[in-house]
């Protein structure tokens, strides 16, 4: 499978942007679906991850409550929907697939699949 994140962008901070997460190749309606971030000079940080069918998310404690994943797959397509954007939201942020299991995880090296990332800027 193929991922490819969208939807990246400049906004102002408190302001909102939707991310896509598009896969190709086969469905993913099973998989648990992961999103992090890399800003400049820092590691790979988890932001959030959502189950299969979405009933089930996870988010970093520093998006939880302004960031919200969702799922729609009859169009294969992973979201998150960021609100209230701070300036240390700015990062490039990617997608990935859970490797298996059914606790949602946050660690990189659980994921795979690694689309290309779409960049977030938020100006102060």
């Known amino acids: 499978v193929q991922l490819q994140a969208s939807g990246g962008g400049l906004v102002q901070a408190g302001g909102s942007l939707r991310l896509s997460c598009a896969a190709s190749?086969?469905?993913?309606?099973?998989?648990?679906i992961g999103w992090f971030r890399r800003a400049p000079g820092k590691e790979r940080q988890f932001v959030a991850a959502?189950?299969?069918?979405?009933?089930?998310?996870y988010y970093a404690d520093s998006v939880k409550g302004r960031f919200t994943s969702s799922r729609d797959n009859a169009r294969n397509t992973v979201y998150l929907q960021m609100n209230n954007l701070k300036p240390e939201d700015t990062a490039v942020y990617y997608c990935?697939?859970?490797?298996?299991?059914?606790?949602?995880?946050?660690?990189?090296?659980?994921?795979?699949?690694w689309g290309q990332g779409t960049q977030v800027t938020v100006s102060s």
């Open positions: 990935a697939v859970q490797r298996g299991g059914w606790a949602l995880r946050k660690s990189p090296a659980e994921y795979s699949n």
């Open positions: 190749g086969r469905p993913i309606s099973l998989d648990a």
């Open positions: 959502i189950s299969g069918r979405g009933g089930d998310t």
